[in-house]
């Protein structure tokens, strides 16, 4: 195999992994914003005030599912891109701006999560 080969295989395998991590990230926020996946070990925000109780966990997560599917998107096309580029360089520069990217809206998606879960934890206390 070439160095172009190894570096074309590199990238559809790098891209084939990103748009994967997408799809699993939209899924897995869309579920717990909709209720159908609840405070657990393994998938979604968890954080002490999300896995506090399931309205805190589902309004955390409804809260983040913009910003988190922006998020979603910026990784999914910068997995695509990795894929079709057939420069190395700009390879590199699209899966490591796709990573930013991607923390950066996830970011955004926890504050806003981590608030609107405070916020029902205090409606709950003033209840």
């Keep these: 195999m070439t160095d172009a080969e190894t570096v074309r295989w590199a990238g559809v395998a790098v891209g084939a992994l990103l748009v994967a991590a997408a799809v699993a990230l939209a899924l897995v926020m869309s ?53 079709i580029v057939p420069d190395p360089f700009v390879m590199i520069g699209v899966v490591l701006a796709g990573a930013v990217w991607t923390v950066v809206w996830a970011m955004v998606g926890l504050a806003r999560g ?6 029902v934890s205090r409606r709950r206390r003033v209840d």
């Design 31 to 83: 579920a717990a914003a909709d209720g159908r996946l609840g405070p657990n070990r393994w998938a979604g925000m968890r954080t002490k005030v999300t896995m506090s109780g399931p309205r805190q966990w589902r309004a955390a997560h409804e809260a983040a599912l913009g910003p988190s599917m922006v998020a979603a998107i910026g990784l999914g096309l910068a997995g695509l891109l990795a894929i």
């Design 114 to 119: 981590e608030q609107a879960a405070r916020d």
